[in-house]
């Protein structure tokens, strides 16, 4: 005689092993697709790594060597040399760190007139702001274009980075402003109750806990600006003046099939990037997730 | 006793004033941005349509001849250079949309190391654009490629990709894919969101992990899915640099995107107003197509707690 | 703390007095934009430094614009900025129609160090019968080039010099198949030759129109109507000897497609590493030759369908109407265009445009002598003698509205040397898009 409890004990033993087995079916097929989207993201920059360590002769052998041997680090020497990448890195940088400066100041500081303050036409000129997120920059690149050569500004960096001190871009503001709703209201008015002016609120109780935003905004202006590439194609002519992307443009009409020097001088363009988003990469992902909900 | 009530009212009202102009001094760079970066443009790129304007500063107005000319064919790539786009937009945004959505559904599981995969889907995205182009010219290289040797030597045929007319918009489709990872942490970020309680209720009632996908997962996921539909959407209308370094609008004009043939329009052939009229139809276009999506976005769209 | 703001200001103070120390000496100071890599620019910037040693009132700041030269140009002209002297491409005939830069033909007796009439006949930019931008600052011309130690592996006679016994086309394609090699070793004309795996192509054509336009002429096609008054390259003669250009590729697969071609180096890099053993392309290149390492390399005279044809072209010198200084520009102008003063570049980068430069012996010993780097054996006949005895106009000056016809004929090539449509299919569908545009010859 099967005592009943043990059989059902015994079927829903089984029951969950089954269970069990597919789930374990399951979350290997999750590992074999989560590895081979990886391999999809990473294989091109392998590739272009590997390009970049390997001489011309080596680059055409077919079928293709996988692990350059040995690595010619010569290609960015050769790559550095042939074109001034280095006053190019110096251009990028200086353009980008008065970008993120300007985008940083000037975004939190609107951000924070529209997430605490009480103003006349605020909400105006926020679906304003919202709704300029959707314009194709086509449609204003012209008119910018003519005014700033007008202007005399043409072939500077003016334009480039000017904007940036004026709000910072719609997007920006609107992450900052969310973050800044998540914060209680209550400790900017018991500051303000103790008699801190606005400034004061803003500078020492708000922006201290809203760094992670802020380094999110920073980042984001850091990667905007050193990938641009339509705004110095445009406003900048004068060789010397190049930024990276521009200058790996050059590179590519110049040696157009020498593909070793060509992926040595993309991989040193894309460096600081990288250095950048590892440094950062646990406050952006959380930056996009914010605006991501909220939109 | 009534000095205190008056007085109270005062005091707000001097606060309120207060406020109001800190708001205004706060927001100034950001009001003043969009004054004189978005609507002054705008209003003038809109007179300049009007106008046939070139880089020498002349100009006179012309009425709507600009539109005429793009609109009666007698520019033979403004239809062109609008079909190349629309089929770009067509194949890259569902092809970006359905690879986030599985990357994000993948980073949702229970598995180990998530994070790192997370950083891997990301990492494309921040590679500069001019770089994109050049890592990809050589992986889709027809004779030396990465790609095609993969392809010979899984015995699959290979392909010419963006040296061909015929797949080139494909081949810069396929490739947009690989810097997708907004659109993911976005979705992942929509899918963290959603209650736990609600997955429970569906196991309760006996459904397996298909039917949670398609009854929670999904209805709850359409706001997320809207608004990235709606990002892509406007993202990809707008291509440029793609074509502009990897094939130069070609082979026959194959690739020439709509904002490559008004770049051209505006700082090759130096025909400013033409090339603004050209940026307005394209505004036109993002807003229709926009408004129909939001439209449409009462019938599939599903709200938490109902509109 | 204040000591460094002390020296800021000190700093900034100097900065903003350098630029007005410059102008109190009263020197001529003129901007010139220019294009090329790098052997053109080494010339252009020794050739501008010989300039200013002449001249110790003018400096000139050099504009160099590696790519994007007109959209760049463009720029600084909307910027009320453009330089005072630039190269030019054909856009420069709607610069003349708008204005911007001066009629060559009026300003040209304020320095007369150049004698128009030494200036080869079809040597002139013109927007209208009286309107010129100005003559070629120096002629380029199609050129065959090849590289000896190839022709001597394989067994091969190179290609003749003098112009009377050019190849004929199918001479031109016999020698091209057996120096076209597979990865096996095997040569285009063998019958295990794999098509898919070529290691070493017979020739490369330039595929632009200054690559395949001689052809065309020596088959008796022309771009226009002898009154200019249709697009002809859909006629018969010119449609056999573009589809002839496009068999080498997809036919006898003995020169590499445009998507081959992207895994090509340049022409001289190729030459020498045995990946190409001919090519065709501007003559421009003979100075890279000139500076390629452990390559013997040689010129030829073009193969021919009918009779011998071919070309000089060249840019010109625009000068703008906003220059602060006339005399100034027009005389780096005329420094520059005059040979006499650019040896070095008429030994490699360009050639002569001026008539008595190819039939003054002693000024064709300055540029053309044979056994130099940039001048191989053969030269006189291949190049120059070829070249000016049956000289035609160039498309590129001579057909009104070329730049724009060529932005529509140029892509639709594409599909030819793709092999995916004939070269008669591609004219004829162009032809229906050029016709707006047809305006007649300049000349």
Not at chain 1, 245 to 274: C, D, T
Not at chain 2, 270 to 294: D, P
Not at chain 3, 274 to 287: F, T
Request: hydrophobic share 50%.
């Amino acid at each position: 005689m099967v005592n009943p409890t043990t059989a059902s004990r015994v079927s829903s033993r089984r029951a969950r092993m089954a269970g069990r087995a597919r789930k374990a079916g399951w979350m290997a097929c999750v590992y074999a697709l989560l590895a081979a989207g990886a391999v999809f993201s990473l294989l091109p920059l392998y590739w272009l790594v590997r390009s970049s360590l390997m001489s011309m002769a080596q680059i055409f052998r077919l079928p293709p060597i996988w692990i350059p041997n040995p690595p010619r680090w010569d290609n960015y020497v050769k790559a550095f040399s042939v074109v001034p990448f280095g006053r190019y890195y110096l251009n990028s940088g200086v353009i980008t760190l008065v970008v993120v400066s300007g985008t940083v100041i000037t975004s939190s500081l609107s951000a924070y007139a529209f997430a605490r303050l009480r103003w006349k036409g605020r909400d105006a000129i926020f679906a304003c702001l919202i709704a300029s997120m959707m314009l194709p920059f086509a449609v204003t690149m012209i008119p910018l274009f003519v005014g700033w050569s007008r202007l005399g500004f043409s072939n500077t960096y003016v334009p480039l980075i000017v904007p940036a001190w004026f709000g910072g871009g719609a997007y920006n503001i609107f992450l900052l402003r969310q973050f800044y709703m998540t914060i209680p209201r209550e400790l900017d008015e018991s500051a303000f109750v103790d008699g801190a002016g606005y400034l004061t609120i803003y500078a020492r109780i708000l922006t201290p806990l809203t760094r992670p935003a802020l380094i999110v905004v920073g980042i984001f202006a850091f990667m905007g600006s050193w990938n641009d590439f339509l705004g110095p194609l445009i406003y900048l002519s004068s060789s010397s003046k190049y930024t990276v992307s521009l200058g790996l443009r050059m590179f590519q009409g110049m040696y157009n099939a020498e593909w070793h020097l060509m992926m040595a001088a993309s991989a040193a363009a894309l460096l600081p990037v990288i250095v950048v988003f590892f440094i950062g990469q646990r406050y952006f992902i959380e930056g996009i997730t914010l605006t991501g909900i909220k939109g | 006793m009534q000095a205190g009530i008056a007085a109270a009212p005062k005091r707000a009202g001097a606060i309120a004033a207060a406020e109001n102009r800190a708001g205004w001094l706060f927001a100034a760079p950001a009001a003043l941005g969009f004054l004189l970066f978005v609507l002054g443009p705008m209003a003038a790129s809109l007179w300049y349509s009007f106008t046939n304007l070139t880089i020498s500063g002349k100009w006179s107005f012309i009425g709507l001849s600009n539109y005429r000319n793009m609109f009666s064919g007698n520019d033979i790539y403004f239809y062109h250079a609008l079909g190349v786009t629309a089929r770009y937009v067509a194949m890259s945004v569902p092809l970006k949309i359905g690879y986030a959505f599985l990357l994000a559904t993948l980073l949702n599981q229970p598995a180990h190391g998530k994070s790192v995969f997370r950083a891997i889907f990301y990492l494309p995205t921040i590679v500069p654009g001019v770089a994109i182009s050049m890592i990809w010219m050589w992986l889709l290289n027809p004779d030396l490629g990465l790609v095609n040797e993969l392809l010979r030597a899984a015995g699959l045929p290979t392909s010419k990709w963006i040296y061909s007319k015929d797949t080139v918009i494909p081949s810069l489709s396929f490739m947009s894919v690989w810097t997708t990872g907004t659109i993911a942490v976005v979705f992942l970020a929509g899918l963290q969101d959603i209650p736990r309680h609600l997955y429970e209720a569906t196991s309760l009632d006996g459904g397996g992990a298909w039917s949670r996908f398609r009854h929670v997962t999904v209805p709850l996921m359409t706001p997320t899915i809207f608004f990235n539909l709606c990002t892509t959407l406007i993202g990809s209308f707008q291509v440029f640099a793609e074509a502009y370094i990897m094939t130069g609008g070609g082979p026959d004009n194959a690739s020439l995107f709509y904002v490559f043939y008004l770049y051209r329009e505006a700082f090759t052939y130096t025909r400013m107003g033409s090339a603004c009229a050209i940026a307005w139809v394209l505004f036109l276009i993002i807003m229709a197509v926009t408004a129909l999506v939001f439209k449409t976005s009462d019938r599939w769209v599903f709200y938490e707690g109902g509109r | 703390m204040k000591r460094s703001i002390a020296v800021l200001l000190a700093l900034l103070v100097a900065i903003a007095l350098v630029p007005s120390m410059a102008l109190a000496q009263e020197q001529v100071s003129l901007r010139f934009a220019y294009w090329g890599s790098g052997a053109e620019k080494e010339g252009i910037d020794k050739a501008v430094a010989s300039f200013e040693e002449a001249n110790p009132g003018i400096v000139v700041e050099r504009m160099h614009i590696p790519d994007d030269f007109v959209t760049k140009l463009n720029a600084m002209i909307a910027a009320n900025e453009a330089p005072d002297v630039s190269y030019s491409g054909p856009w420069k005939i709607q610069l003349g129609k708008d204005g911007l830069i001066y009629n060559y033909f009026e300003i040209a007796e304020l320095d007369p160090s150049i004698a128009a009439d030494d200036v080869q006949t079809y040597s002139w930019w013109n927007w209208s019968e009286t309107e010129s931008a100005g003559p070629f600052q120096a002629s380029v011309t199609p050129s065959l080039m090849y590289n000896a130690d190839m022709f001597a592996a394989a067994g091969v006679e190179p290609p003749p010099a003098k112009a009377e016994e050019a190849w004929t086309y199918d001479e031109l394609l016999e020698a091209a198949r057996k120096l076209t090699l597979d990865r096996g070793g095997n040569d285009a004309s063998s019958p295990d030759f794999d098509p898919e795996n070529i290691t070493q192509y017979g020739i490369r054509w330039g595929l632009g129109w200054n690559g395949w336009y001689h052809l065309v002429l020596s088959n008796g096609g022309s771009y226009l109507s002898e009154d200019g008054s249709r697009f002809t390259l859909n006629e018969p003669e010119a449609v056999e000897a573009i589809q002839k250009v496009a068999d080498l590729i997809n036919v006898y697969h003995v020169s590499p497609s445009p998507t081959q071609a992207s895994t090509l180096p340049s022409n001289s890099v190729a030459l020498q590493t045995n990946r190409v053993a001919m090519a065709i392309d501007g003559s421009w290149v003979h100075a890279d030759l000139a500076l390629t390492e452990d390559l013997n390399w040689g010129v030829g005279a073009l193969p021919i369908l009918k009779t011998y044809e071919s070309f000089f072209h060249g840019g010109s010198l625009i000068i703008f109407k906003s220059t602060s200084n006339l005399e100034a520009s027009l005389k780096l102008h005329n420094w520059i265009i005059n040979p006499a003063n650019q040896l070095d570049l008429h030994r490699g980068l360009w050639i002569p445009q001026l008539n008595s430069w190819y039939t003054d012996p002693e000024k064709i010993e300055l540029w053309a002598k044979e056994g130099e780097p940039g001048r191989p054996v053969g030269f006189q006949d291949a190049v120059m003698r070829s070249t000016f005895e049956h000289n035609n106009p160039s498309p590129e000056n001579n057909v009104v509205n070329f730049a724009e016809i060529d932005a529509i004929v140029g892509p639709a090539l594409d599909n030819v040397w793709n092999g995916t449509m004939t070269a008669q299919q591609a004219m004829d569908e162009a032809a229906e898009k050029v016709a707006p545009l047809v305006a007649g010859w300049t000349y």
